[in-house]
Structure formats: structure tokens, C-alpha cells
């Protein structure tokens, strides 16, 4: 079992940053592929962002790529999501989520963890 607890989110004004933790108990943190999604009011929940799990390998969904930067540290079994220059768009519910895999995923269905969210609201 791994545990998974996001923090971080809130308003901000777009143009703004925020940076969202994900904090990690459990199995091994360091063995498992990490990504984030988001889940807009009255759409599907949506790829943003994942990580293999030695953190060198990312990737991004295009809505958010030169925007948003994930990292994690496996000694603090945290994952993390800068978010810079926020659209209103990106307003969301955002998760993480933790995979068997140690290889990054895109698919949400080869998630088998996932945090309760924390909100993010852009205002224009």
C-alpha cells in the first residue's frame, strides 16, 4: 500500500505560480513511477505530468509543457509540481497518483494509488 496526501493548491491569479507537494507513505516510494493529473469542474480528469521513478525521465501533457515542472525527492518520499504562469484553464482538481511501474506512465489506468486532490483555481 503507499498512502499519498497532496497539499499545496489554492486561488491564485493568473500569471501566478503554486507548487504542489505529494507526500508519501507506504511501500517504497522510490520504486514506483509518480505522476499528477487534474480533474476540471464538468470534464474527465486529465494527464498533466509523470516521472520514472529515479527521476530521470518527465513528461508533460502539451497543455502545460514550459509551464509546469514535476520533480520528486526520494529521500523525503515527496513529489512535487511547479506551476508557474497559471492560465484560468487550469483550474482543477489536481492528484497524484503512484504506479507499479518504475517506468513513467501517461494512462491513468496503470495508476494504482491516488491522493484525495487538492483544489487549484486560477482567476482571470
Known amino acids: 500500500q503507499v498512502q499519498l496526501v497532496e497539499s499545496g493548491g489554492g486561488l491564485v491569479q493568473a500569471g501566478g505560480s503554486l507548487r504542489l507537494s505529494c507526500a508519501a507513505s507506504g511501500r517504497t516510494f522510490s520504486s514506483h513511477a509518480m505522476g499528477w493529473f487534474r480533474q476540471a469542474p464538468g470534464k474527465e480528469r486529465e494527464f498533466v505530468a509523470a516521472?520514472?521513478?529515479?527521476?530521470?525521465?518527465?513528461y508533460y501533457a502539451e497543455s502545460v509543457k514550459g509551464r509546469f515542472t514535476i520533480s520528486r525527492d526520494n529521500a523525503k518520499n515527496t513529489l512535487y509540481l511547479q506551476m508557474n504562469s497559471l492560465k484560468p484553464e487550469d483550474t482543477a482538481v489536481y492528484y497524484c497518483?503512484?504506479?507499479?511501474?518504475?517506468?513513467?506512465?501517461?494512462?491513468?489506468?496503470?495508476?494504482?494509488?491516488w491522493g484525495q486532490g487538492t483544489r487549484v483555481t486560477v482567476s482571470s
Open positions: 497518483a503512484a504506479t507499479y511501474y518504475g517506468d513513467l506512465q501517461t494512462s491513468e489506468k496503470l495508476y494504482t494509488y
Open positions: 516521472i520514472d521513478w529515479k527521476g530521470g525521465n518527465i
